[in-house]
């Protein structure tokens, strides 16, 4: 008798182990896939962590570049900076503190209603002078919310170079 005419329980396969059976995955061969996962997970995550912080850091920077445009907006048409008083409201919504503008465009000269806050909750700060002799400074104390600092805690001002 050949090997193809011999019955298929007869040609090697196991009586207590049917076909379908053999091609299953084991239990030890899923266990080791889920651990390689939780590992590359475990990775992805620590990598992600970092990267949180700096995307604060550089969001904080972004804002505050879109602020400075918008008082260089307000110099060109007012012929002056918003004052102290009058802060970086009066770039979303006409001042009602002296100088008032004799015009003010409709839309404000931000694209938003209000004054965003810092990434980390808190609002931007608008002195006038600014330091260092500079006519105004726009500033973020970072997550901290504290003057100084380094890292995420480190101030972010509209004086810095661009980075």
């Known amino acids: 008798m050949t090997p193809d005419s011999m019955p298929p329980a007869d040609r090697g396969a196991s009586p207590r182990r049917p ?25 992805v995550t620590l990598n992600l962590v970092g990267q949180a ?35 970086l409201e009066a770039l979303v919504r006409p001042p009602t503190r002296p100088p008032i503008p004799r015009t003010y465009p409709e839309g404000g000269y931000l694209d938003a209603r209000e004054i965003p806050l810092d990434p980390w909750g808190n609002p931007y700060l608008y002195f006038v002078p600014g330091r260092d002799g500079a006519p105004y400074e726009i500033v973020s104390y970072g997550r901290d919310g504290q003057p100084g600092g380094t890292g995420e805690d480190a101030e972010i001002s509209s004086l810095d170079p661009p980075s």
């Not at 651990?35 to 990775?43: F, M």
């Not at 879109?66 to 907006?73: E, F, I, M, Q, S």
């Open 53 to 87: 912080g700096r995307a604060r850091v550089t969001g904080a920077r972004l804002q505050i570049r879109v602020l400075d445009d918008a008082v260089k907006a307000y110099r060109l048409d007012h012929g002056a900076i918003p004052t102290q008083d009058q802060g």
């Open 19 to 43: 076909d379908r059976l053999r091609r299953a995955f084991t239990l030890v061969e899923v266990l080791v896939v889920l651990v390689i996962l939780s590992i590359l997970a475990g990775v």
